[in-house]
């Protein structure tokens, strides 16, 4: 997939909406014993790229440094989903403070009376962050409204052929 598909497909309202929504994004890797994980992770988007940051000796920092492909979830609970699912390679820089987009992101999952609380013990904690920047090499949005899973797809596709 090219980069101007994903961006096709990044620009859709429904991506849009789960972009720049309050739901985190599901990230799995492969931990460094070969298994897979899957965590919630807050996120914000530069350009092109979906940008996440952590503490510096987490798990997924040393997983991510070993192997950098990822892929991602945003999706919603209501009927229909809407599912905005990515994959992508990641680039791994421990930087000094606390990035604005993650002040950003924290700011997408809570009330107005939390975040004050919240930034203050961000502030205290973080002396310096590791950034995760996923550069997309695949996007697919499922709406169940335009968009379907291909399974689904073909079977409706045989069912009208029958």
């Known amino acids: ?25 599901r990230l799995a890797y492969d931990g460094l014993d070969g298994d897979p994980r899957v965590i919630p992770i807050g996120f914000w988007m530069e350009g092109d790229k979906l940008v996440m940051a952590t503490v510096p ?4 920092v040393a997983a991510l440094r070993k192997n950098r492909k990822v892929a ?4 919603t609970s209501a009927f229909p989903p809407k599912v905005l699912l990515l ?6 820089e421990l930087v000094q403070g606390i990035p604005e987009g993650y002040l950003t992101a924290g700011r997408k999952v809570m009330t107005e009376d939390q975040y004050p609380g919240w930034l203050e013990g961000v502030k ?5 962050m590791v950034v995760l920047t996923v550069t997309l090499t695949w996007a697919k949005l499922l709406d169940f409204e335009t ?16």
């Open 57 to 60: 000796k987490s798990a997924k």
């Open 87 to 92: 994959r992508g390679t990641t680039e791994v």
């Open 147 to 162: 968009t379907l899973p291909k399974s689904v797809e073909d079977l409706i596709n045989a069912q009208q052929e029958s």
């Open 124 to 128: 205290a904690l973080y002396s310096e």
């Open 1 to 25: 997939m090219n980069q101007n598909e994903i961006a096709e497909i990044l620009a859709k309202p429904y991506s849009q909406q789960l972009l720049n929504g309050s739901t985190p994004a």
């Open 72 to 75: 991602l979830t945003i999706d």
